[in-house]
């Protein structure tokens, strides 16, 4: 039987979540990062760090919920009686990856589009046992599926990903 929403959002989910971006938010503060290839590194303010983390934050909570919604659609078209708290649960599991890159996103020598990147490939395991597991579709549909949730958590945490950056570098 899986956990409850709530249960697994307070104990599983926003703790990786918020330990994530904490060590990033000390990384930023501390060690730094670089603005692209060719600068050397730069210390942030607290502020712009704070902001950036809690961008990041707010925008994965969203990506979640709006992927949620769209997963149950898609899922119902195909045939599969889903909830959203289903989808929900799904994807916070799935998308625990993502969060952990936010420890080596940290390090202001790893890429951070190569710490997404990574934390994505992790995604794609978890995403796809977990629509076998929790979603539990017909074995023919369950492919699409799974197909359609690592398009959707991809795009939308790219972006997500893409906006963070650009505030975190002052460009809104």
Same mark, same amino acid.
């Given at each position: &039987?899986?956990? +409850?929403?709530? $249960?697994?959002?307070?104990?599983?989910?926003?703790?990786w979540l918020l330990l994530g971006l904490g060590t990033e938010y000390y990384g930023l503060t501390h060690w730094g990062g670089s603005l692209s290839e060719i600068q050397a590194f730069q210390t942030y303010s607290a502020d712009q760090a704070l902001r950036y983390v809690g961008i990041y934050g707010g925008l994965f909570v969203l990506v979640l919920l709006v992927s949620s919604l769209w997963l149950k659609s898609v899922a119902e +078209? $195909?045939?599969?009686r889903v909830t959203f708290s289903q989808t929900l649960l799904m994807l916070g599991y799935g998308t625990i990856p993502i969060s952990l890159s936010r420890f080596a996103d940290a390090l202001p020598q790893l890429p951070t589009w190569a710490c997404w990147g990574a934390g &994505?490939? =992790?995604?794609?395991?978890?995403l796809y046992?977990?629509?076998a597991l929790l979603l539990k579709p017909e074995q023919t549909k369950?492919?699409?599926?799974? =197909?359609?949730? &690592?398009?959707?958590?991809?795009? =939308? +945490?790219?972006i997500a990903h893409l906006l963070s950056i650009i505030v975190l570098r002052g460009r809104i």
């Open positions: &039987m899986a956990p +409850s929403v709530w $249960f697994a959002a307070l104990v599983d989910w926003l703790p +078209s $195909f045939g599969t &994505m490939v =992790l995604v794609a395991r978890g046992h977990g629509v369950g492919f699409g599926i799974y =197909l359609f949730s &690592m398009v959707v958590v991809g795009c =939308l +945490s790219g």
